[in-house]
DNA sequence: GTCTATATTGCGATAGAC
DNA sequence: GTCTATCGCAATATAGAC
């Protein structure tokens, strides 16, 4: 059992650091949960910062790759959407604490979230964003979308049901195996909404 | 200057707390901020907790004050809609930091936060739910919309750009302003979207 | 109501035996 | 690689003078 403790910590440490928050929980308690020393937290991680950083990174490894797939294809700008909206799903579905970590850094950024500011965030923020252009210029869009303003708006209505998931499980009676079905809704209305010739007024 | 000093702390308690959570200041550092002795945190507030306390019960009214606006009037369906968008805006604009204390405790919830799902959220995912049956019934909206999702859809599309303020700054270039114009385009996608007719086949 | 000084606890980190 | 024991520090809270 040598490299056994790494994965045990980062195990427990993933489920810890995404209930409680970092300072919310001691060295003491995570090496605890994982059935090992105290001490061995500094010897692998080099002390909890470390150990934090490890489990970050491990979450945000799956995001990357995922994400590479509407990076790297030629599609038309309905389909990226369609895409983006899919993978979304795929995130959240195979990493259901990532939300809470991505929350966290994003309002309490530690020196590692700018790595996937820069890596992941705002790549996948422009190449939206050139799919929109794309869309206006192609006229399957409506030309009179500010871009930017259009990535927040798909972004938020494709994340916002992980985000708020602590809550509708509460207040939505059987809410359960719905993520398909809120995102294939989501999309709709979404695409129906920037399509041209549903413009109001 | 008696009471004075509870405002002090209220004040600086909300910044340094919305900054850098509730463990990552302590107590000497709110009172340094708010120019006061550490030991009037607990002759005021009977401690740090209390003072946090204080601290949302705080911003969370200015919340309920403005969500009575949706609440208390007869309206369209579309109408209820537009009136959920302005008031967000609102609630955002008056008040920045909400939105910092509302995710930490979406996320990591004290027993302060109980009171504000129940008064608020869940006053207001109802409302909501209520006008899109209402439209659907109507004819307005089409008819195969889930309301839930559809609530779920537009809460995201309109408090996303407030949650991703912190990235937007640094990835767009002069995204000040915006949050008005931002809302008055999701508006009109979200309201395109849902409309009947504009389903997708 | 406000201050100083201090009690007490819990934290992260590490030295050193095995 | 793992364990025990402990160090040093910073945290909150409070007692008591003013």
């Not at 150990?51 to 590479?68: G, I, K, R, S």
């Not at 530690?110 to 996948?124: D, G, M, W």
């Not at 979308?145 to 509708?168: C, D, H, K, Q, W």
Request: one cysteine or more; proline letters at 3%.
């Amino acid at each position: 059992m040598e490299k056994d403790t790494r994965t045990k910590l980062i195990a427990a440490a993933t489920r810890l650091f995404a209930e409680k928050g970092y300072e919310g929980v001691s060295i003491r308690e995570l090496a605890q949960q994982a059935g090992v020393n105290s001490a061995l937290i500094s010897y692998h991680f080099s002390g909890k910062e470390g150990l934090y950083t490890a489990v970050l990174e491990n979450q945000f490894t799956m995001m990357l790759e995922l994400a590479d797939r509407i990076l790297h294809n030629s599609l038309t700008p309905e389909q990226k959407i369609r895409e983006y909206a899919v993978t979304v799903l795929s995130i959240h579905q195979s990493s259901p604490t990532l939300i809470r970590f991505l929350y966290s850094e994003l309002f309490h950024p530690s020196p590692c979230f700018e790595v996937i500011t820069q890596r992941f965030l705002a790549k996948i923020f422009q190449t939206l964003a050139l799919s929109f252009t794309e869309g206006i210029a192609k006229g399957q869009f409506r030309p009179d979308l500010n871009v930017e303003n259009a990535v927040i708006s798909l972004a938020g209505i494709m994340n916002f049901y992980f985000i708020a998931r602590p809550l509708t499980q509460n207040l939505v009676a059987g809410s359960e195996a719905g993520a398909q079905a809120y995102i294939e809704q989501a999309l709709e209305i979404f695409l129906a909404g920037i399509r041209r010739g549903n413009k109001d007024g």
